[in-house]
């Protein structure tokens, strides 16, 4: 079935730079994506979010850049802190009524001091 | 608005054991979903419902079981506990109007 991918299981930042973390997508028919974030024992929690007919969209220290023709899909955070330490998922809606979420498998950012 | 609650937060089960994991929300969301989150691994969706009165398989449906009587409720249900489903057990909501998920706080089983 149709799955969505990320390149790097881990990565590591110092506090203050800036992170980018991938993702790639197999389903050429999505129209909708959404960076989540996962702390230790929690739910998913909303990021930032983005539509097929847009290229970029930028939020409080986060920015989303979707590249459809290599169906690619990027979270950049810009200055990063302590609290961005977590676990970073991407996620397609599926069209279709059920508005069905595909997840990929993650990227755990650690920021270090 | 409490959102999407979840019970239990944590339940240990022998080997086929059946239990049932609750999910309410109160945000009169029509579609809710249960997902599973295996170790190191993004979430993977088990059965979801559009509304009252109806749902449907997704990709790892076996072993699970749903009902949807409500709006509010739709709890995932495990009549033989087996090892495989060991994982952490998400419940989650949406409005039809738009992309807002809502996820709960999860379900961390254990079956031994």
């Not at chain 1, 986060?62 to 690619?72: A, E, I, M, P, S």
């Not at chain 2, 979801?48 to 709006?71: F, H, L, Q, W």
Request: aromatic share 10%.
């Amino acid at each position: 079935g149709e799955s969505v991918g990320l390149h790097l299981p881990t990565l590591s930042v110092q506090e203050g730079d800036n992170s980018i973390i991938n993702c790639a997508y197999s389903n050429s028919a999505s129209d909708y994506f959404i960076w989540y974030k996962q702390e230790s024992g929690k739910g998913p929690q909303f990021i930032i979010d983005i539509r097929s007919n847009m290229d970029k969209r930028q939020g409080q220290r986060v920015t989303v850049l979707l590249n459809k023709t290599v169906k690619h899909l990027s979270l950049q955070i810009a200055a990063t802190q302590p609290g961005d330490s977590a676990v970073y998922f991407c996620a397609e809606v599926l069209r279709g009524g059920a508005q069905k979420l595909v997840f990929g498998q993650g990227t755990r950012l650690t920021i270090n001091p | 608005n409490a959102g999407v609650t979840q019970t239990p937060k944590f339940r240990i089960l022998k080997i086929g054991q059946s239990m049932t994991l609750q999910c309410t929300q109160d945000m009169n969301h029509n579609y809710m979903y249960w997902y599973r989150q295996d170790p190191g691994m993004g979430l993977k969706l088990i059965y979801y419902s559009v509304g009252a009165g109806i749902t449907d398989k997704g990709e790892v449906p076996n072993g699970y079981n749903v009902s949807r009587s409500t709006t509010e409720d739709f709890p995932l249900r495990l009549e033989l506990a087996a090892p495989s489903q060991t994982s952490v057990y998400f419940c989650a909501s949406n409005p039809r109007e738009n992309y807002g998920y809502t996820f709960g706080s999860g379900t961390r089983l254990t079956v031994v």
